[in-house]
């Protein structure tokens, strides 16, 4: 478009075009146009976030963590780059670090159910067990139809063999979200290893009922018939 030839010379219009050249996948002119607007406005949170975005859409993962830190710095309260730095962490496996973003996360955003979820996950993969059940209740506190939240307070649990309330958990999940096939899977799961095997097979049927092209669903099946 003609518009993509002009060079504005305000913040705004050169996000704009930069966003517009994110939108058709012309991530190097992005990046370009997002850099020149930064030359204009160097404490603008919403461009380094932007650049981040892109950067990530280049595979460039690690600057991309780089430039929403920089967004970060000018706005300690950005929600967009709390999470995209939170999920490249997490990607990159970089679990300790991702955990310290989300105590920042938390403290200021406290009302954010999504980070507690997210803090929750990252102290389970790293055995942290109670603290997170304590991140992922306060999830659910603030969020009480957050099937998610369920879902992974129930992986916690049964990882600490608390078995039925584990199942508890998951059922909570199951009324909020019946269709969620992940649930579904979970529970066929801690069912098997319970040695409740006539039960996993009918969670585990349903899985399949809502999602018949499941191979996790198909393996996990295969496990309790054998």
Do not use: C
Request: negative net charge; glycine residues 4%; charged residues 35%.
């Amino acid at each position: 478009p003609h518009v993509l030839r002009l060079q504005p010379k305000d913040v705004g219009a050169l996000q704009a075009k930069g966003q517009l050249l994110h939108a058709l996948k012309r991530y190097e002119e992005a990046e370009q146009a997002f850099e020149h607007a930064l030359t204009l406005d160097e404490r603008n949170a919403s461009v380094w976030a932007d650049v981040g975005l892109t950067l990530e859409a280049l595979g460039e993962d690690d600057d991309a963590v780089k430039k929403y830190d920089k967004a970060l710095e000018f706005d300690p309260r950005f929600e967009l780059a709390w999470k995209r730095k939170l999920e490249l962490l997490t990607k990159l496996g970089r679990v300790e670090e991702a955990l310290d973003v989300l105590e920042m996360a938390v403290e200021q955003n406290p009302d954010d159910e999504s980070m507690w979820f997210q803090r929750g996950r990252a102290l389970f993969i790293l055995k942290r067990h109670n603290p997170a059940l304590q991140s992922l209740d306060r999830a659910i506190a603030l969020k009480p139809d957050y099937h998610q939240a369920f879902r992974a307070r129930a992986e916690v649990l049964a990882d600490l063999d608390r078995v039925d309330e584990a199942l508890k958990s998951l059922e909570q999940a199951i009324e909020v979200a019946p269709e969620d096939a992940e649930s579904w899977l979970l529970k066929g799961r801690i069912l098997k290893d319970a040695g409740r095997d006539e039960d996993a097979v009918a969670a585990l049927g349903r899985l399949l009922e809502i999602d018949p092209s499941s191979e996790e669903g198909f393996v996990a099946l295969g496990f309790v018939l054998q």
